[in-house]
C-alpha cells in the first residue's frame, strides 16, 4: 500500500507538512489526494522509462529502419493508457519494463528492488522461458494466457497490438511473407486465449489484425507474382 510506510508518495511540499494534508476542508482533501495521486503515478511511470530506455539503450527493434528498442514498450504503454483508459501505475510502469527481463538482461530481483513486487510481478508474468524453444515459448503464451492477472493481460494485449502494427510498418528483415503471417495467426490464438479484457483494446486489436492482415497477404501475392 503506498499510502503506508514511506513518505514519498507525497509531493515534495506536502512531505514537509504532512499535517496540511488532514487540515484540509473535505473535498480539499479529496482535491490533495487526487493530485498525490496523479503525482505518484506520473513519478513511478517515468522511473519505468528512463529504467527501461537505459538497459535497451544498445538494443534495436527487428525491423530494417533500426527503430530503437524502447520505442516498442513505450508504445505499449501508451496504448493501454490512451486507448483502454488504464491509469494503474503499477500495470503502466509493468508494461513499459516488459521486455527488460527477456531481452536485455534484468534479474526480476532488480525489478522488484526498485519497482516492487507488483510490477515485478506483471513482467515476469509476461516473460518467457529463454530456456525453452521458440516454438515452445509461443505455445506456452497461449496455453498461460487464460491463467494471467488481470495486469498481465492488459499489457500482452498491449503487447500483440504494437508488434501486429511493427510488422505492417517495419517488418522484420529476413522474414518471409509466410513467417509474418504466421506470427498474425499466432497473435490471434493469444488474443483469444486472453478472453474479454478491455473492450476499446480488444476493438482495436481485432482492426489492426484485420487490416494489417490484408496488407501482410497482399505482400505474399505481389511477391509471388514476381517470382512468377
Ligand atoms: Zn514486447
Redesign the pocket.
Known sequence: NKNSGSGDFLPRDLQLFPEAFFHVEANQSVKLFVICELYGTMKKVLEAACFAARKHRKQKRKGIDGTPYIN??LE?AWLLNAVGGVTDEEVLSAAIL??TVEDSGTTPEELEAHFGKVVAGYVIEVSDDKELPKEERKRLQVEHAPHLTYGAKLIKIG?RI??LRSIVSDPPSGWPVEQQIRYFEWSRAVFTALGPINAPLEELFLREYEEGFRIVAARNNSSEETMK
Do not use: C
Open positions: 516498442h514498450p505499449v516488459h521486455d503487447d504494437a508488434n
